[in-house]
């Protein structure tokens, strides 16, 4: 290594090094700068010359913190008259003590704005509850027609399953008393289906018959309460009860009646 050339792990280089904290003037130069603005702004809003609106609220303040003073020329009437200063209106002495309070308006709303924004808010709270009745009335109501609707349904079903026993009942009676050929049609069971393709050219001839002529539909609670009476009255048959009775006293004495119903 030349002369020249300095060992920097060596004594005499390191000695030159000074001990100092890098970024620690910078750090000092910053707080400086940011103490400096602060103060400026400090210094700029005392100066600050107050707009008309502040002065106004001041000087409000001020003169609601200060008692009446005998320069005013009500407070100067109400002595005349015995007043004493801190003590109640009235004869008495019982009336108001301080000053009624000032509502002070701020805002750039018209007089009587107010009631409107309430009556309006009052209007929406009010709508907003018709809706919710509304809603409610209309869950309900479909609730209601749900139930309307299975219980109607529960009652088809168990009117048709009547009708098809009464149906069997009386095919089965009517058989036993030589009968071949219902009264209606509809009094027995419908028959199989290759039954029904043997006479399919009758029943065509018939549907034109038919058509020619008005026909009143039966609902099957209408066919149930007349192949019903008609069980009753030729075989003396409850289907309900699941019995052939003697004859029409005995079946007037011991069934319950000649409906569903009464056999509940």
Not at 88 to 107: C, S, W
Not at 110 to 138: D, F, P, S
Not at 244 to 250: G, P, V
């Amino acid at each position: 290594m030349s002369d020249e050339e300095e060992d920097y792990m060596s004594d005499a280089f390191l000695s030159k090094i000074q001990d100092v904290k890098p970024g620690v003037s910078m750090v000092r130069r910053v707080k400086a700068a940011m103490k400096r603005e602060t103060q400026a702004k400090e210094k700029n809003i005392k100066n600050r010359q107050k707009t008309y609106k502040e002065q106004e609220t001041e000087s409000r303040e001020a003169a609601l913190q200060s008692s009446i003073s005998n320069e005013n020329k009500g407070f100067a009437l109400l002595q005349k008259m015995g007043y004493k200063a801190g003590q109640g209106l009235g004869k008495k002495g019982a009336g108001r003590v301080d000053p009624i309070p000032l509502n002070i308006k701020t805002d750039r709303g018209g007089i009587g704005m107010e009631e409107v924004k309430k009556r309006k808010a009052e209007e929406e709270l009010e709508h907003y509850r018709q809706k919710v009745r509304v809603k409610q009335q209309n869950e309900t109501q479909s609730l209601e027609d749900f139930r309307s609707r299975v219980r109607t349904e529960r009652e088809e079903r168990k009117i048709e399953g009547d009708l098809r026993r009464s149906q069997r009942a009386c095919e089965q009676l009517d058989s036993q008393k030589g009968i071949t050929v219902p009264r209606e049609d509809w009094y027995w069971p419908k028959e199989d289906a290759d039954d029904e393709e043997a006479s399919h050219e009758e029943d065509e001839e018939e549907e034109e018959e038919e058509e020619e002529k008005e026909i009143v539909e039966l609902t099957s609670f209408d066919k149930l309460q007349i192949l019903t009476s008609y069980l009753r009255g030729i075989h003396f048959y409850c289907i309900w009860c699941g019995t052939t009775y003697n004859d029409e006293e005995d079946l007037c004495s011991n069934c319950p009646g000649d409906t569903a119903a009464d056999h509940d």
